[in-house]
């Protein structure tokens, strides 16, 4: 009785598991209602419930096709299987229809629709989304619970690495229509971990207060604006390769870094750093070798090393000598060229052979030049800035010159050139410039104060890049206590297709000095109108002629001193004057405005010619010179000499032209144009020769992680102006010394500076704060 039992209880089981169908739900997949190992010849397949995913790529992945013979029970795990690993499906069902379909039906895993990120405020969301995004987990990927755990892994990664170990990420998945998901993360950010203590051990040869002061991580500060002070990982990998560099500059060949332990307080707000060094001992230079076939004299390329033998062995020098080789080779069309350098270590002897290893290459030729970025600008004002040619060997000191050309332009904001090689040759490449275009043209209207000139009403349009040709126009009003001017301007650029520019200018002037405290009174109503061209000489130099007209109408005031007076009643109250400007520049900027390397070298003549109703003629010199001590550090300097005379039956300048000093475009510190020489009712009147100088240091504000549009200096200007040459004494000058700012705003540039002067004298006429709009000075 117990064996028959057994038997029917045996047959139930079997008859129930063929009934039911080939189905797949995880993780219990079944089969279809033909028996295991029963067979057919597949004649179709059919794919039902895909939504997203392509039926061609469901096929794809099938291990069957059709005309296969498919054995039930083995095949359909084989399918279950194969579908399964790619993780696009959560449930497949697998059966057989009709005489010879096999139909496979899916329900696709859900899509990311959204990724939203709140509370992120120290790091940006499309930072977060790229390392996202590196990590597999974008819109459209598959979601699937596990995804949730890769989500808060590499946040927190992202996080640590910048010293916010007290985050907290909180991740919620929310279903949208067709199948999709929207992940909603909110972080809680917390504060950044401060480094408390950072001890160097193993050093022997520098004290460990020189290294720390190499280091751009730092103990904690009382700046507020600092963050020399929070830990981050990606900065202390710097610091480590930054302690390298310096040993290994100094002879220290096999300095290495045995560990470093970074160790965290319990509430995660302190850091500790412990970084173990081993020095090692001092190496001299051996030999230098030079080995390779190429077509420019070896001598030559021996002239460029810049280490020679006994020397203390300083990696940086060979790495520039290595880099002054290959741009030599550059400059003949050998892009590719290869300058290795292969080190000949004797522990023993402390001593180092080098080898400079050449292999020139190919020469290279720029196949095709083009521009992308620009959605204004046409293309010929581009093309013409370029000085590496198509067609032309291919010359890095070309490319890196015509990225400066480029990037001068006052509407381009900035420019970067790739120089990838052409698929299947290995002597070609293109140029492929990215432009990025800034506000070309602005219009403003406003009423302000400025220190210089009171209260003021201006109304401004410019356009750097009208109709996207390159030219500029320039219409101004400004009014003040002391001046009212309307003034325009018309410049191009490239008048000729040599590269002359014609600029063509007009203005009416009228001055009213009597509510300045500081200068002499008078009244002068000038109309002028001017035409100039600059013919270019060489890469760097332009020659500038010009001519203009003026007359000017003088009127006095009740407080008028005797010495113009007695010129208006002598010379008359109305003057003509037909002008000669000469010019020659020599300007190796790599900016025109906020220039951080390069100089910029002026030369001036300005003469009223004969037939003018006074004569005279002005020299001039400046100079402005630029070097960049770091990425956000620049030093700079600027000199200006100017110096006028009569001629004919005149001595001197007329006193309506003569030079100023003093205030926010000159010497700061000091009323405008109080400093010099005096007239009879004890205010400055002017003079024949002037001096001016500055010297700065210039960043960027410490709030501000990019140099952009705003600017920091510490400055000291000195300089005066005298009645002429004869009278020049640097006993009188003047100084200053103090911090300026300038921003390059959406209504023009705005200068503030707060000055002490210094070797100033009792009547000079003090003003320590300025500002102005509208001009850099």
Do not use: C
């Not at 997203?52 to 469901?58: F, N, P």
């Not at 981050?232 to 290994?248: G, H, N, P």
């Not at 010929?380 to 370029?386: A, C, K, N, S, W």
């Not at 002067?757 to 000075?777: A, L, M």
């Amino acid at each position: 009785m117990s064996r028959f039992l057994l038997s029917s209880l045996s047959l139930l089981i079997l008859l129930a598991l063929a009934s039911i169908n080939v189905r797949a739900q995880e993780p219990a997949p079944r089969t279809s209602s033909q028996s295991a190992g029963e067979s057919f010849v597949v004649a179709d397949i059919v794919i039902e419930g895909n939504e997203r995913i392509d039926l061609g790529t469901i096929l794809n992945y099938l291990p069957i096709r059709n005309r296969d013979r498919f054995v039930v029970g083995d095949d359909s795990a084989r399918v279950l299987r194969a579908l399964y690993e790619t993780g696009l499906f959560s449930d497949i069902v697998v059966k057989r229809r009709g005489g010879n379909t096999l139909v496979v039906r899916v329900v696709e895993r859900p899509a990311i629709g959204s990724i939203n990120i709140d509370g992120n405020r120290k790091i940006d969301t499309e930072e977060l989304t790229k390392s996202l995004r590196q990590a597999d987990i974008a819109l459209g990927r598959v979601y699937n619970r596990s995804i949730l755990e890769t989500v808060e892994r590499e946040l927190r990664r992202v996080y640590f690495s910048s010293g916010n170990y007290g985050s907290e990420i909180d991740i919620e998945v929310e279903e949208l229509e067709r199948n999709r998901v929207a992940l909603d993360i909110t972080i809680t950010e917390g504060a950044v971990a401060r480094i408390e203590h950072i001890n160097i051990v193993g050093n022997e040869s520098y004290d460990e207060e020189t290294l720390l002061d190499l280091l751009q991580s730092s103990e904690k500060k009382l700046n507020p604006f600092s963050s020399a002070d929070e830990y981050s990982q990606v900065k202390l990998a710097a610091d480590i390769e930054t302690l390298r560099s310096f040993y290994q500059d100094r002879g220290f060949i096999r300095f290495d870094v045995d560990s470093t332990q970074v160790s965290i307080s319990p509430d995660k707000r302190d850091i500790f750093i412990v970084i173990n060094i081993r020095e090692g001992e001092r190496y001299t230079l051996r030999d230098i070798k030079l080995e390779g076939e190429v077509d420019i004299p070896m001598e030559e390329l021996r002239s460029l090393i810049q280490v020679q033998e006994g020397d203390i062995f300083a990696r940086k020098d060979i790495v520039s000598s290595s880099n002054a080789i290959n741009d030599r080779l550059g400059q003949d069309g050998y892009a590719f060229a290869d300058v290795s350098v292969l080190p000949d270590i004797n522990d023993e002897s402390r001593d180092v052979g080098l080898t400079f290893v050449i292999v020139p290459g190919k020469r290279v030729y720029v196949r095709r030049i083009t521009f992308t970025g620009q959605y204004k600008t046409r293309d010929e004002v581009l093309r013409r800035e370029m000085r590496q040619l198509e067609g032309s060997r291919f010359s890095p000191a070309l490319v890196n010159r015509s990225r400066i050309r480029l990037q001068r332009l006052a509407f381009m904001q900035s420019v970067s050139i790739r120089t990838p090689r052409v698929p299947g040759t290995d002597d070609q490449v293109d140029l492929e410039i990215t432009v990025q275009e800034g506000q070309s043209g602005s219009f403003s209207a406003g009423l302000g104060y400025g220190s210089d000139g009171g209260a003021t009403v201006n109304l401004a349009f410019q356009q750097d890049n009208l109709f996207g040709t390159g030219e500029s126009l320039q219409f101004s009003f400004d009014n003040s206590d002391t001046t009212r001017q309307l003034s325009l301007t018309f410049q191009d650029p490239y008048f000729t297709d040599d590269g002359i520019s014609r600029t063509v200018g007009a203005f009416i002037r009228e001055t009213d000095t009597s509510n300045q405290s500081s200068t002499s009174r008078f009244l002068a109503s000038t109309r002028g109108a001017s035409v100039r061209f600059g013919v270019p000489i060489s890469e760097f130099s332009t020659f500038r002629i010009g001519v203009g007209y003026e007359r000017t109408e003088l009127g006095t005031t009740g407080e008028t001193p005797d010495e113009i007076l007695d010129f208006i009643e002598e010379e008359g109250d109305t003057f003509n004057t037909y002008n000669l400007n000469l010019g020659f520049t020599y300007d190796t900027r790599n900016r025109t405005v906020f220039a951080t390397d390069g100089s910029v070298q002026r030369f001036s003549l300005e003469a009223s010619v004969p037939g003018s109703d006074y004569t005279y003629y002005k020299l001039g010199y400046g100079l402005e010179f630029y070097q960049a001590i770091t990425d956000r550090y620049t030093f700079s300097t600027t000199l200006r000499v100017d110096s006028g005379y009569g001629y004919d039956e005149y001595d001197t300048l007329p006193f309506f032209d003569r030079y100023f000093a003093g205030g926010v475009r000159t010497l700061r510190g000091y009323d405008t144009g109080s400093l010099g020489p005096r007239d009879s009712r004890d205010n400055a009147s002017g003079g024949d020769f002037r001096t001016l100088g500055t010297v700065e240091v210039i960043f960027p504000p410490p709030f501000v992680e990019e140099p952009g549009a705003t600017r920091l200096s510490l400055f000291t200007d000195f300089g005066n102006v005298f009645t002429d040459r004869d009278a020049f004494d640097v006993d009188e000058f003047r100084g200053s010394y103090g911090v300026a700012f300038v921003w390059l705003s959406p209504v023009g540039p705005l200068t503030f500076s707060l000055a002490n002067p210094y070797n100033d004298q009792e009547q000079d006429e003090k003003q320590r704060f300025q500002f102005t709009i509208g001009s850099i000075f």
